[in-house]
């Protein structure tokens, strides 16, 4: 049997979830089913997948729930609210591809990988904290929060006080071996959310941290893992634009990792939106030769694979 095309596909918010939506497991069901059917239909095309996706929305509910529930049950832990998002994340998606598989007659197995992500203790960003979550809070608040649990506490943008966790780089796909072995015969979903963030405890083991992974430099991390020959990630753009919203908007439907770079350097791209997707593009495309990344919109999916929509990175 010929080695078929392994693709990692990073699906962004709008891939769970319509804008402005409330967002309840109905209607986050809703929405994910007609995202598999762009899945299912690249599946058919003879492409191996794998699949990661964000959780923000989702986590930040859990753990709403949670803080809320705090007088009569103990509150969850961040790293314990990231593993329940991704199994419920994970039933979604692998309840509606399995369904658009079985209509046109392909029939693979489809199964989640609560999947933990290693991540440096000494990373940097643990003593910088940047990503919020959770609850709004007032000053007052936040102070004796800050004072009883030991969280660092951020204004976030005019809107109250929230605690901030760090945002790590991945460095290791703790169940990479078990996609390995499933590979040929599953599609396999993982690192959802970005991975579950752990540090090694030095006893062969592992120990959860509150921290926030971006899901596509997981996506990243687990495509070279895996020797993928593509990095497909998927957003609410078809191609990624430089002056983006400005009168001299430029699409870009190919560019070299050295643009790519000057694009990023001369702040083209949002930290919180564009920038970690170049970013991660890149990271894969330098990884290995003849690997490349794409950058396109969930509908133009099948399209940027055959070149024919999208970014290209070489």
């Known amino acids: 049997m010929p080695n078929l095309t392994r693709v990692v596909i990073a699906l962004g918010g709008n891939a769970l979830q319509e804008s402005g939506s409330p967002a309840t497991a109905e209607e986050q069901l809703r929405v994910v089913t007609k995202t598999c059917e762009t899945l299912a239909d690249i599946s058919c095309q003879g492409y191996e997948i794998a699949i990661v996706h ?49 209509k046109r007659n392909r029939h693979v197995p489809v199964a989640t990988i609560v999947t933990q992500v290693v991540v440096d203790k000494d990373d940097e960003a643990f003593k910088n904290p940047t990503k919020p979550i959770g609850l709004f809070y007032s000053k007052e608040e936040s102070d004796e929060i800050a004072r009883d649990k030991g969280f660092v506490m951020k204004e976030d943008s005019g809107r109250g006080w929230r605690r901030v966790v760090p945002s790590p780089m991945p460095k290791a796909i703790v169940e990479v071996d078990t996609i390995e072995r499933l590979w040929s015969s599953t599609i396999v979903i993982m690192c959802g959310g970005g991975g579950i963030p752990v540090i090694e405890d030095g006893e062969g083991g592992y120990t959860g941290v509150a ?25 609410e753009v078809e191609k990624v634009a430089i002056n983006f919203n400005k009168p001299d908007q ?35 495309a330098e990884s290995k030769p003849g690997r490349k990344s794409i950058i396109t919109s969930l509908y133009s999916a099948n399209e940027a694979l055959k070149g024919e929509s999208g970014t290209l990175i070489r």
């Open 54 to 102: 964000g959780n923000g929305p989702q986590v930040g509910r859990i753990l709403l729930a949670s803080e809320y529930a705090k007088d009569v049950t103990p509150a969850m832990p961040f790293d314990v609210c990231g593993a329940m998002s991704q199994g419920y994340i994970g039933y979604h998606i692998q309840q509606s591809l399995r369904k658009e598989l079985h």
């Open 211 to 235: 921290a926030v992974i971006d899901k596509d430099l997981a996506a990243e991390r687990l495509a070279e893992a895996i020797n993928a020959d593509i990095l497909l990630i998927l957003t």
């Open 250 to 284: 430029k699409n870009l439907s190919e560019i070299s990792c050295d643009e790519a770079k000057k694009y990023m350097a001369e702040g083209h791209f949002a930290p919180g939106s564009m920038l970690p997707k170049v970013k991660a593009a890149v990271m894969f």
